[in-house]
């Protein structure tokens, strides 16, 4: 199997110059399989820079956002993270190498099956997995030190502000179709503190959950 070196060492001099410098990031980018979380049809364009489709009209995101995400996120090794929205497992994949544990919610069971397959063949082992409605997030494993949306939201949840600790940091896309903006929203002992990073586009949030 090819390693794609080139392709990485591309990707990631991409991710340099717009402003990823976070080490342990970049070192995830670069060992995390990315080909093995898309159609092998589509494996030639694993390092591009861009989001690909990965079935049941879900995309897999743009490295760069995942990057972007993550960043913001703020990680450390300690943090139980939660994640809505697992699609092909591949932010999640990035998240656990930087937390200690992740919590990744889907409402496609065929993706989050999927996904875990593919997680465990990586030998990934510090993620819990759940065909689950993520605006209801995951109140038996609550409170989260992070919180990361991976579909649009119009507003974010009560229930996923109410399983945030204090001093957390929840990370979305936040607003109608096509005019979405990453927020992030950390939590204070007097409130929620929000700030737009910049506009994004995601699939939506849908309700419920799908067999
Ligand atoms: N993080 C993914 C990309 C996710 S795309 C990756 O790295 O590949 C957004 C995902 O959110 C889709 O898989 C979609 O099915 C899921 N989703 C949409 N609404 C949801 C909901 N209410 N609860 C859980 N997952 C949801």
Redesign the pocket.
């Known amino acids: 199997m090819s390693s794609f070196l080139p392709q990485k060492a591309k990707l990631l001099m991409t991710l340099r110059a717009q402003a990823i410098m976070q080490a342990d990031i970049l070192s995830a980018i670069e060992t995390v399989p990315r080909e093995l979380?898309i159609p092998e049809n589509l494996h030639a364009h694993a390092y591009e820079n861009a989001s690909l489709p990965?079935g049941?009209k879900?995309?897999?995101?743009q490295p760069y956002i995942?990057a972007v995400m993550t960043q913001s996120l703020e990680l450390k090794k300690t943090h139980r993270v939660l994640?809505?929205?697992?699609?092909?497992?591949?932010?999640?994949a990035i998240l656990a190498r930087l937390s200690r544990r992740v919590y990744t919610?889907?409402?496609?069971r065929p993706?989050m099956v999927s996904a875990e397959k593919r997680l465990k063949t990586l030998q990934i082992s510090n993620i819990t997995y759940r065909h689950?409605?993520?605006?209801k997030g995951w109140p038996e494993a609550a409170p989260f030190d992070r919180i990361i949306i991976?579909?649009r939201v119009t507003e974010i949840p009560t229930a996923l502000l109410d399983q945030l600790k204090e001093g957390g940091i929840l990370i979305a896309p936040v607003g109608p179709s096509g005019k979405e903006e990453l927020v992030r929203v950390k939590r204070e002992a007097e409130g929620f503190e929000k700030k737009s990073l910049m506009p994004v586009r995601?699939?939506?949030?849908?309700?419920?959950?799908q067999a």
């Open positions: 979380f990965i049941y879900q995309t897999i995101s995942v994640e809505i929205g697992t699609g092909s497992g591949y932010q999640a919610l889907e409402r496609l993706l689950g409605d993520g605006a991976t579909c995601f699939v939506p949030m849908l309700a419920g959950t």
